[in-house]
């Protein structure tokens, strides 16, 4: 797979970094103006030694919870305080679908800049092109561009001939050598676009005609810096891996939705993501110095108190990936983007920079995602040594099963046939029990990238998913 590659100084010293990031932040809060992308300070070094000092943190207290008397108390509270929380998502009452945006408004519609960026896409570029060119949508209030990061396949060729035949089309060659990853791609492509409004697809993304429509109502109010289509797997009912990637994007999207229900955070996918250009320069443009860019920019658009809201239908469909071994690389890519950004913002994320609410969901889910999964290991050999049940069992049975609830209720709620039969719970019980099945490597992934990410050199990389053109689109098997 193709790859951008930076090399880390880990002798760099980054809270002074992080200090002044947040002076910035608070400097566009007050006079209004836009960061750009080069004054973003370098945060990210440094990683190495703050996830080893966590996967200390995380093997000592395990150990020490095991030793002393109130440890599976501590351990009842925690289950306690996240019983509560999944129950409120349980219970919340997700927002109402806005209205579509009439004929009328769309004279005032603000201008959309649809970004696409391409490495080696030949198999799939030609299908979404013509799509995002022919979007229900005022031809003068969008153009779609695609930035050609230094194919060799035949993606440059195929769209050269795209531009002839779409006058909305335009194409950014990227040189050899250009740096950043896809985040590099967006970041040089941006200054040359129109858009109020940047929205983000991967060269595989199958979407609605009428999606612009749909995303717009979303942006009425002035503190939503950001949206996230739903995601859903176009070749689902291919084997076993995809039908799992299916019932995980449901997951995700019930979770989403819920989530921003209760005033948690919302969180950007990077596929299907539309983002208000105020908001994104205020952040100071994608970061290239991660490999999730998605997930970093959720983190830098709360901390500069914007929401991100979430739209459920159309979905965005993507290619799933069919074997273990490219789940397992892209997961850990996946993992450890999502790691990175806990390191990289810890100080303004302690300081509440993103109110109590948003703030005490994020928690919640850092222990459930990140946390927990990382102590198993030594959870489960204190047990061994000591003859008992794992101290976390507690925490981790609660977990796993709001998991499989809200699994359930996702696969439920993003069927295409509303009506429920008999025949269709029984269908949506075997996708449930599949889907955990499924959802079990995360117990592998999260562990071996917190021992990665503390031990071996940071490998800063971003790198893409090979789609091979072959999908299913609106398979829900």
Known sequence: MPANSWSENDSYDELDALSAFLSDLSDADESGETLPAASLPSLFQGRRRKAAAVLVTIWGSTIALHLVSWGAWFVLGLTTLFGI?????????????????????????????????????EAVIGNLVKVLCNQDYPSDKYEVWVIDDDSTDSTPKILS????????????????????????????????????????FDADAHIAPNLLKQVLPLFAEKN?????????????????????????????????QQRFAVGGLGELRGNGQFVRRKALERCGGWNEETITDDLDLTF???????????????????????????????????????????LDYWRPILSNRMGTRKTFDLFMYLLIQYLLPAAQVPDLLMAI???????????????????????????????????????TLFLLLLQTMRGTIYMLHWLAVMPSITAR??????????????????????SRK
Request: glycine share 6%; charged share 25%; proline share 4%.
């Open 300 to 342: 830098r658009l709360h901390l500069d108190c914007w929401d991100i809201e979430f739209l459920p239908e159309p979905a965005v469909q993507e290619e799933g990936v069919t074997t273990a071994l490219a789940l397992w690389h892209q997961r850990n890519r996946w993992a450890e983007g999502g790691y990175q950004r806990y």
């Open 85 to 121: 929380h999944a129950l409120r998502i349980v219970l919340a009452r997700p927002r109402q679908e806005a209205e579509l945006i009439s004929d009328e408004a769309l004279a005032t519609a603000p201008f959309i800049s649809l970004l696409v960026a391409a490495k080696n896409e």
């Open 224 to 256: 939503v810096g950001a949206v996230q289509v739903r995601k859903a797997i176009a070749n689902a009912s291919e084997n076993f891996w995809t039908l799992g990637q299916q019932a995980e994007m449901a997951l995700d999207a019930y979770v989403q």
């Open 453 to 474: 990410m503390s031990i071996r050199p940071k490998r800063l990389k971003w790198v893409k998913t090979v789609h091979q053109g072959k999908s299913e689109v609106g």
């Open 161 to 200: 001939q795209l531009q002839q035949k779409y006058d909305c089309l335009k194409v950014l060659h990227r040189q050899t050598g250009a740096t950043g990853g896809k985040s590099g791609a967006l970041n040089q492509v941006v200054p040359l676009t129109k858009g109020d409004i940047l929205a983000v």
């Open 385 to 423: 040594a000591r003859n008992r049940l794992p101290v976390f069992s507690p925490l981790t049975g609660l977990a796993m099963s709001m998991s499989m609830l809200w699994m359930y209720k996702g696969l439920k709620r993003f069927r295409p046939d509303e009506k429920v039969r008999i025949s």
